[in-house]
């Protein structure tokens, strides 16, 4: 027994024509037919925007220019574009704004700085004014001490015209006081005190404690009669110190152990004073003496520096020291 099986829909029949019959009146049958047929006959064309289907190439393509789903495709392509490109610029935003974060902290800096700046500027403008100030206080103190150093200059060549002037050797006087004091030649010593030369702590205290600006202001005619007064007396008012040649300035002493010693030219006595400072102190006084304030009276000065300079010229030169010393003791 052959069986006949329908292709299309599996039903079975006893034979050929059964089957034929089937297959030309069965309504489900034939419609899996037409669906078949259709697959197989017809190639069908999506619209790739809104999925109609055509049948042919030609209406699609007309369908696709005019559809709107293309229309809608290409506006969501666009946004899909737009969107990439808002996405960049974004990026590129954010970049910038924190470029402009750090930009703004540097301006921050630089701000403070230059605030900074101008406020040295005008400090070192102050100092300017300050300094120029002091240079001007510099300049006149600097015209002071010229004027100054010129008066200084000028005083100091008038005492070295009286220091010259001191330093001439008057003879003449000497020889006519010499010529005239010869009767002092053979004296006799009769002294009951002596000097001593050595005992310098005592001619210091007494030039410290007598010597004053009025033996000062008589030069060293002053020296003698100081010395005179105060040096070469004994407890009886007898001098212990005579001058025996008057003509040669010769004097003679009884010295501390009772000798009688000789003091040519009295330069015994005058190295005596010298150590007991009278220069020192004649120097000292005149200074005091002819100043006020600091600041020098020219009259006094010129007064005291001649008998001064006398004075401290006294070891090269004792002729007036010596002179006066014979004429008071002998
Ligand atoms: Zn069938
Ligand atoms: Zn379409």
């Not at 495709?73 to 990026?91: M, P, R």
């Not at 002596?194 to 210091?204: A, E, W």
Request: glycine share 4%; aromatic share 8%; proline share 1%.
């Amino acid at each position: 027994m052959t069986n006949f099986i329908c292709e299309y829909c599996n039903k079975t029949y006893a034979n050929k024509s059964t089957l034929s019959t089937h297959q030309k009146s069965t309504k489900r049958c034939l419609e899996i037919q037409k669906n078949l047929n259709k697959k197989n006959d017809v190639i069908e064309y999506n619209c790739q925007y809104c999925n109609k289907i055509f049948t042919t190439r030609q209406n699609i393509k007309v369908h696709e220019n005019i559809c709107d789903g293309k229309k809608d495709f290409e506006i969501k392509e666009i946004k899909i574009n737009y969107e990439t490109e808002i996405k960049e610029l974004k990026d590129i935003m954010t970049k910038y704004e924190t470029e402009i974060r750090e930009l703004r902290e540097i301006k921050k800096d630089y701000d403070y700085e230059q605030k900074l700046k101008n406020k040295y500027i005008f400090e070192i403008e102050d100092l300017r004014n300050t300094n120029e100030k002091y240079l001007e206080e510099i300049h006149r103190l600097r015209e002071t001490v010229a004027g100054l150093q010129g008066e200084l200059k000028s005083a100091n060549k008038a005492s070295e015209c009286v220091y010259d002037l001191a330093k001439q050797p008057k003879n003449n006087i000497t020889n006519n006081n010499g010529n005239t004091t010869t009767h002092n030649n053979n004296k006799t010593l009769n002294i009951s005190g002596y000097i001593d030369f050595k005992n310098i702590d005592k001619v210091k205290e007494i030039i410290d404690e007598k010597y004053d600006i009025n033996y000062i202001l008589s030069g060293q005619k002053g020296c003698a009669q100081f010395a005179a007064q105060y040096l070469l007396l004994d407890e009886n008012g007898k001098y212990v110190y005579l001058c025996t040649d008057p003509s040669r300035h010769s004097f003679k002493y009884k010295n501390e152990i009772g000798e009688i010693e000789k003091d040519l030219e009295a330069k015994k006595l005058t190295n005596y004073l010298i150590d007991g400072g009278i220069q020192e102190k004649a120097k000292n006084i005149s200074l005091n003496w002819c100043q006020n304030d600091g600041i020098i009276d020219q009259e006094k000065f010129t007064l005291v520096s001649e008998k001064q300079l006398s004075i401290m010229n006294i070891k090269e030169n004792n002729n007036e020291f010596k002179r006066e010393l014979s004429s008071i003791i002998s």
